[in-house]
């Protein structure tokens, strides 16, 4: 009888022993997973990848209470070519016990390897701490992930905040560049005591451009007029243009002619080796005679609008555009502006107008509608072969510089 109560109280002391063991390791399990679930918490609020690598190697000697851990994110291209496994999970691998390589993945995206290293010659990691960083692997690659995310929508809001900045600079110096293009054309018109009507009109495609305009008297005798149209657009063909105004009026006085003014400009454009060029046709108004003395540097045909509506074209013997080749001779050329008559002058920006189905505005339609506008003042006139080309286009954008002269004879 007795043994019997001995072999009882051994069993009794040995499913208590059991018991214990099982509690401690339940208790052992539900910490490890509390840990676990605390750490995983405290990387995924890392926003930088340096920052969670700090703090992943902080969680990992937590985890596997080694305070030699290291781990490092190895890129992609080595976890792809990886085949790993061990103790029955899938992307993982022991070295020697002293080393772990777990491969990476978010989202369905290979990120790479996480590589936990104990550097103590006296400890392995056990089953229990391969296991603990393999559960931790996925929270790690998520917010991996989630922090390179971030530090690419960052750069891409840096990146965008530099390309507004920047954008919003360039639209105030274009704008500043447009408002100095301006100053260089004349504001008024002339009086309507004046026996000559001049208006003239400068619409660019872009904040700047390269089409110009002048005129004003160069004595109480003599109107001096002028158009042109530079090969670019832009700022390189506005600097070019503000260049050529300068030079036709720091040039001309009343003893020289629209061809020698030309010959002048177009050698100091050359000598200046600006690389661009500009059609032009300039002109003196005998404000007394109405004889107007032209020259032309490779520029649109001018028209004459008679009183009668009659619309004449101005066939100049050609010239080459200015800033082309120095040292070209110009030619002279003299019409006669009776009392009604209109001389019209514009660019290609007109002419070469198109809608939508790439149709242009052509010079048989500018001469059409001249023919109509022939008791119109100056400024009427361009006004209305601004709309009509506008109503031509019907929305299509503005592709070219836009100029338009016109004087009268009163």
Known sequence: MNEMYIVLAVAGLGAAAYMAYRNRKLTERLE???KLF?????????????????????????????????????????AASSELSADGMPGAATVDGRSVIMQMKARGRELGLLQAVNTNTHSSFRKEDVELLHSFTAPVALALDNARMYESLEQSVHELQSATAMKERLESELQIAGSIQLSFLPTTMPSANEP????????????????FYNFYKIDEEHLFFTLGDVSDKGIPAALF????????KG????KLTPGELLENVNDELCNNNAQLFATIVCGVLNIATGEVTLSDGGHCTPFIVKANGAVLPVKLTK???????PEFTYTNETVLLEQGDRFVLYTDGITEAENAQQEQYSVDRLERFLGLASQYSSAEIIDALLMDVFMFADG???????????LMRR
Not at 54 to 70: C, F, G, I, P, T
Not at 241 to 248: D, P
Not at 399 to 404: C, F, L, N, P, T
């Open 32 to 34: 490890r997973a509390d």
């Open 38 to 78: 605390r750490l995983s918490n405290e990387v995924h609020a890392v926003r930088s990848e340096e920052e969670l690598l700090r703090k992943a190697e902080q969680a990992a000697k937590q985890l596997v209470r080694s305070d030699q851990v290291m781990l490092s994110f190895v890129p992609g291209e080595i």
């Open 196 to 211: 000559f009507d001049v208006c003239a009109l400068l619409k660019s495609a872009k904040e700047v451009g390269g089409d």
């Open 241 to 248: 243009m503000a260049m050529t105004l300068s030079l036709l």
């Open 251 to 254: 040039n001309m006085n009343a």
């Open 319 to 325: 010239g080459i555009p200015l800033g082309a080749f």
């Open 396 to 406: 299509a954008p503005q592709s070219d510089d836009i100029a338009v002269l016109c």
